[in-house]
C-alpha cells in the first residue's frame, strides 16, 4: 500500500520530500501496486502544449490493482456496499471475490458484443451496483468509460454520445430517486433519435421493471448477455498513458468538454490521496454521497477506496427522501466511519433541524469530508458539531474534474482544519497563486488566481478530439502554470480559503454549469432575442441562475413564458441548469466593442447594486437603470 501519514511532522517531510524531488516520491508511492512491467521513466512533462506523461512504459491493468491483487487478503471482505432508494429494501453487498465475478462476467458480455481496448462506452445509469461493476468491466478490457450523471436530458446525453463517438451505450430501464420514477430507457431512446450514429449495441439493465420500447438489434437485456458469461476475464494490458476515461465537464466556453484521464498517474493517485485525506483503516465502512456520474464517484466511490481494499457505500436515493434523516439513518445501519458529501447537502439538511440528526446514533463516524463548492462558515460549524460532535475533524477536500484527486484538503486528524479553508496542498501537489498580471505572488495573506506549478500523477492529459481546447483553457492563461479557473486566499500560515469560480463557470448545488452553455439553451426558445446568464448568492445552493432575458416581443404573460423557457433548459441540458431567477429586460449592458458587461449583471443579481463602477463608458448605460429597477432580489 501507499504511504499513509501519520503526524503533521510526517505530513511536512513528505510534502517537502515530494517537491524537492518529485519522481522519487511518485516512484516509491507507484512501486506497491501490482505491475505487469515496470515503467521506465517516471515523468516527462512540458505545460506549454501541454505534455504530460507519468510512469512510462509501464504496464498494468487498474482492475488488477482494485480487484485481483485484493483477492487473497480480503476476497470476502466486502467491497461494494449499496443501499436502496427505499429504505425498507435490504441492503445488497459485493465481496471482493464476488465483485471480481461480476465484473469478469460483464466484460465477457461487453467482449461479446464487440467491445475492445479504445472503444467508448457511455453509461447513463442510476446508482446502482451494476453502474460500478461496467464502469470496472470497461476498465478490465481496455476500453473507455464515459459516465454521464442520469439527470441529463437526451439532447444532453446525445451530445457527449456524439462528442466521443461511443458504440455502446449502457443504462438501466427505470430509476428511482427519492419518490420518482425516471424513464431511463426512455430517455436514451430519445437521445439516440437525436443521430448517434456511433451506437452499435444498448445495453439494458432491468433495475425497476417497466415496459420499455425495443429495438431489435440494437437493444440487449443486460441479464441475457451476462449471466451466463464466464466468471473469469484476463485483463487488457494497458499503458500507463492509454485512456481510462472521458469525463464531460463545463467550462466558460462552449459545449462541455471531454476531460481525459489515463490509467497509470490515476491509479497512484486516487489510492494515494484516498488513504491519506480519509485516514481510512482496515474495517472502516466509507461512504461518499456523490453520484458516479461525477468525478467524486469515479475517484472516491469506485477507484480510490478499491484500490486501497476498503468498503465503499453507494447509495441509490437522495438525502431527502423518505425525510431528511435519510442519510443519518444510514450511516448508524451500516455504522459508517469516513462520510463525505457537499456543502448543498449540507446546508439542505441544516434547514430540517437537528432533530433529524440527533435521533440518530453517529457515534461511528471518524470524518467528515465535504467537496463540490465552497463551504459557509455556518455550514461548517454545522456539519462540525451537530454531526460531528466535535469529535470527527472536517476535511475540506479542493479539487477538480480535471485534477483526477483531492488537491488541497486536511488530512484527518494529522493536519490541521480551519473553517472554511481547505487548508494545505496534498504532497507532490504545487499550488501557486498568481496576480492579473501572471505574477507568482510569494508572500502570505494574499488573494490571487489558483494555479498549479508542477505536473501531479492524476491531472488530465487533454480534452477529448481537442487537444488544443485543452491548452488554451488550462494552460494558456498563465505561461507554465495550469490555471484552475479558481481565486483562492492564503493566509498568513499559508493556508488556502478557495473563493470560487473566477471564469464564467457557475456552481449550483455543487453541478458545475457554463453559463454560455445556459445561455445557448435559453436562446433556442424561437421568442428570445438574446440573454445572459450569471449566478447570484443562494442559501441552500451556493449558487443559483440568474437569466436576464431580451425577447422579441413584449411579454404579457411572464409566468407562462418563465415556465416555457425552464422547459427549454431542462430539455436541452437537464433539470439542474434551470434558472432560478428570469428577468425581461430591454437590453444589455454592453461595452463599445459588444461584450455583455456581466460584472455590472453580477452585481445586480446579487442584490448590491449601490456601486456598479464608471458605467458612462457603455454603449447602453440607460439600460442599466431599467435593469436595476426590475431586479428580482
Ligand atoms: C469547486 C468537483 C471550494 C471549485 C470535485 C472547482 C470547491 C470546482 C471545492 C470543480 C471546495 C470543488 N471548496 N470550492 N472544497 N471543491 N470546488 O469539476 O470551484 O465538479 O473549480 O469537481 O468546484 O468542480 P468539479
Known sequence: ?????????????????????????????????????????????????????????????????????????RGDQVAILWEANDPNAPAKSYTYKQLYIEVCKVANALKANGIGKGDRVCFYMPMVPELAIAVLAC?????????????????????????????????????????????????????????????????????????????????????EEVDGQNPYCPAEVMDSEDMLFILYTSGSTGKPKGVVH??????????????????????????????????TGHSYIVYGPLLAGATTMMFEGIPTYPDAGRFWEICEK????????????????????????????????KVLGTVGEPINAEAWHWYNEVVGKGNAPIVDTWWQTETGGIMITSLAGVTPTKPTYATLPMPGIQPCLVDG??????????????????????????????????????????TDKYFTGDGARRDENGMYRIIGRVDDVI????????????????NQHPGVVESAVVGYPHDIKGQGIYAYIITADEVNDEDGFTKEIRDVVTREIGPIAKPDLIQYVPGLPKTRSGKIMRRILRKIASGDTSNLGDVSTLLNPDVVESIKEGAKV
Not at 464515459?146 to 462528442?163: C, H, P, Q
Not at 459508517?336 to 453517529?362: C, S, W
Not at 490571487?448 to 478530439?465: A, D, E, I, N, Q
Open 1 to 73: 500500500m501507499t504511504l499513509q501519514i501519520k503526524s503533521f511532522e510526517e505530513y511536512k517531510a513528505a510534502y517537502e520530500r515530494s517537491v524537492q524531488d518529485p519522481e522519487g516520491f511518485w516512484a516509491e508511492q507507484a512501486s506497491s501496486f501490482y505491475w505487469k512491467e515496470k515503467w521506465d521513466t517516471t515523468l516527462e512533462w512540458e505545460f506549454k502544449s501541454p505534455s504530460v506523461k507519468w510512469f512510462l512504459n509501464g504496464k498494468f491493468n487498474i482492475t488488477e490493482n482494485c480487484l485481483d491483487r485484493h483477492l487473497e487478503s
Open 139 to 223: 476498465a478490465r478490457i481496455g476500453a473507455v468509460h464515459s459516465v454521464v450523471f442520469a439527470g441529463f436530458s437526451a439532447t444532453a446525453l446525445a451530445d457527449r454520445i456524439k462528442d466521443a463517438t461511443c458504440k455502446m451505450v449502457i443504462c438501466s430501464d427505470y430509476n428511482n430517486r427519492g419518490a420518482k420514477n425516471i424513464p431511463v430507457k426512455a430517455i436514451v431512446d430519445d437521445a439516440l433519435s437525436q443521430g448517434c450514429d456511433s451506437i452499435e449495441t444498448v445495453l439494458v439493465h432491468r433495475n425497476t421493471g417497466g415496459d420499455v420500447n425495443w429495438q431489435e438489434n440494437i437493444d440487449k437485456w443486460w441479464h
Open 437 to 478: 498580471d501572471g505574477n507568482e505572488i510569494t508572500e502570505n495573506d494574499v488573494e490571487g488566481y489558483l494555479c498549479v506549478k508542477f505536473p501531479w500523477p492524476s491531472m488530465l492529459r487533454t480534452t477529448y478530439g481537442d487537444h488544443e481546447r485543452c491548452r488554451q483553457t488550462y494552460f494558456s492563461s498563465f
Open 334 to 365: 451500516h455504522k459508517v466511519n469516513q462520510f463525505y458529501t457537499a456543502p448543498t447537502a449540507i446546508r439542505a439538511l441544516m434547514a430540517h433541524g437537528n432533530e433529524y440528526v440527533n435521533k440518530y446514533d453517529l457515534s461511528s463516524i
Open 507 to 522: 456552481n449550483v448545488s455543487g453541478h458545475r454549469m457554463g453559463t454560455a452553455e445556459v445561455e445557448n439553451a435559453i
Open 262 to 295: 489515463t490509467c497509470g498517474g490515476y491509479m497512484i493517485y486516487t489510492c494515494f490521496s484516498f488513504r491519506n485525506v480519509f485516514q481510512y483503516q482496515e474495517g472502516d465502512v466509507y461512504w461518499c454521497t456523490a453520484d458516479i456520474g461525477w468525478i
